[in-house]
């Protein structure tokens, strides 16, 4: 990435799973929402994914030292669809339009692709002013672009650059809202993903128990860690809107819960289920399930989402239990890839945590810095694995030092 909002310059390799940690304002907002634009240039439009954030003038990273604002940004991925199956690399740049300094202008986009052993590529850049822009590439007729359109989302219907476009548009971007999650959901249509901000979370959670009952009980299992009594949350029918309840364990705590619970012998018809509405459940089990349904949505489940990435999924939930959100994005990161921001130096206590799945975010003179942790930093830690909540609560994480982000004024 080069001028992205705070971002003057990174390359960061993410891992199945990758924890973004920093300090508030450091920047790992920006760093998602960097990959969240590419998607949204691919789906909406370049000019639309502006629009949605506000302006171009808030994306185009602006230098401290000089008052001055980049003339573009760059965003490259490169990806992996998997052992043996094939590779991309797609970068987009975005500017501004010199014949109408409000509008959006792609300066450049370029990609490269082999999938199962067929290999395609192309560039698009500018020849003299904005409207005259020429493609060049493998077998692509002479594509007349808008100043403002992308290549990719015209030829992503052929093969193999289909397989690309369904990847980047398939990424989601979590930042859950307990209202929202708890609301009633009035889109009548089955969805099968849950909203960005936790949207449907009944309909996905019933179509779980529908299709896949084995993955609803391992949420439901995940909710009962994190939740002593919880047998589960589930979707309720009011008319025909779709919203949640949770079931409760209010029985005799004499009775062994546990195994009550693991011989299948709780049923919601039991004088000791309890049942509660959206209305009465507490934050942390709305989150926690909204958590939980973002990983395991059965879009997820089956590849149909290439990367969940979450924004601190540990709000609201009890520090004791924080690392079985931890264990449970482990646990999806074998079906899609997961990235998750934190403040959360309970997360970072969890022993299933691997310090090299780290990036951390630091601001540095007003430019984002973003990086694995030093190689004697992860000695130390190899040694002393319990000592990372610690250098985390005391602000003493940073990335190393060859992490790009100089400010190159
Ligand atoms: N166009 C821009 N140019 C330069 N800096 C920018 C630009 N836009 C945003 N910033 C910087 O990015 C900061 C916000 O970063 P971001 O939202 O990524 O933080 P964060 O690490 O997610 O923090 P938190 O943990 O509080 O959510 C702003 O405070 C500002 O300093
Ligand atoms: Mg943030």
Redesign the pocket.
């Known amino acids: 990435m080069r001028d992205f909002?705070?971002i003057a310059e990174c390359d960061v390799r993410l891992e199945p799973l990758t924890i973004l940690a920093?300090?508030?304002?450091?920047?790992?907002?920006?760093?998602l929402?960097a990959i969240r634009f590419v998607r949204d240039a691919l789906v909406l439009s370049p000019s639309r994914a502006v629009a949605k954030r506000g302006s171009l003038?808030?994306?185009?990273?602006?230098?401290?030292s000089t008052g001055g604002?980049a003339s573009s940004f760059l965003i490259g991925l490169d990806l992996s669809f998997g052992p043996g199956q094939g590779e991309a690399t797609y970068e987009i740049q975005i500017g501004r339009n010199p014949e109408s300094k409000r509008s959006v202008l792609v300066v450049a986009e370029s990609l490269q692709l082999t999938v199962q052993e067929v290999h395609a590529q192309y560039s698009v850049g500018q020849v003299g002013g904005a409207r005259e822009r020429e493609v060049r590439g493998d077998g692509l007729p002479g594509a007349r672009l808008d100043p403002d359109e992308l290549l990719l989302p015209i030829v992503g219907r052929l093969s193999p650059y289909d397989t690309l476009l369904r990847a980047l548009a398939s990424m989601r971007f979590y930042d859950l809202d307990t209202d929202v999650l708890r609301e009633l959901d009035d889109t009548r249509v089955s969805q099968t993903q849950l909203g960005e901000r936790g949207e449907h979370l009944g309909q996905i959670l019933g179509l779980l128990s529908d299709r896949h009952s084995e993955v609803k009980e391992s949420v439901d299992g995940w909710l009962r860690w994190l939740i002593p009594s919880l047998l589960g949350v589930d979707r309720r029918m009011q008319g025909d809107y779709a919203t949640i309840q949770a079931r409760f364990w209010s029985g005799d705590p004499v009775v062994p819960f546990w195994e009550a619970v693991n011989s299948g012998d709780v049923h919601a018809g039991d004088p000791s289920v309890q049942v509660f509405q959206r209305e009465q459940l507490s934050e942390g089990t709305v989150r926690g399930a909204g958590v939980l349904a973002a990983l395991n949505q059965p879009d997820a489940l089956t590849g149909g989402i290439s990367l969940v990435a979450i924004?601190?999924p540990e709000l609201a939930i009890h520090p004791a239990k924080v690392s079985g959100l931890l264990a449970a994005m482990e646990e999806a990161s074998q079906w899609t890839q997961v990235i998750a921001?934190t403040?959360s130096s309970d997360l970072l206590s969890a022993e299933e945590i691997e310090p090299s799945s780290l990036r951390i975010?630091e601001?540095v003179d007003?430019v984002?810095r973003i990086g694995e942790l030093s190689d004697k930093m992860l000695l130390a830690l190899r040694k002393n694995p319990s000592y990372l909540a610690d250098y985390h609560r005391h602000g003493q994480l940073r990335p190393a030092d060859d992490a790009h982000g100089e400010n190159r004024e």
């Open positions: 909002r705070s920093g300090f508030n304002a450091a920047g790992k907002s920006n760093f929402d003038g808030s994306l185009l990273r602006k230098a401290e604002e924004e601190e921001t403040q975010v601001m007003g984002s």
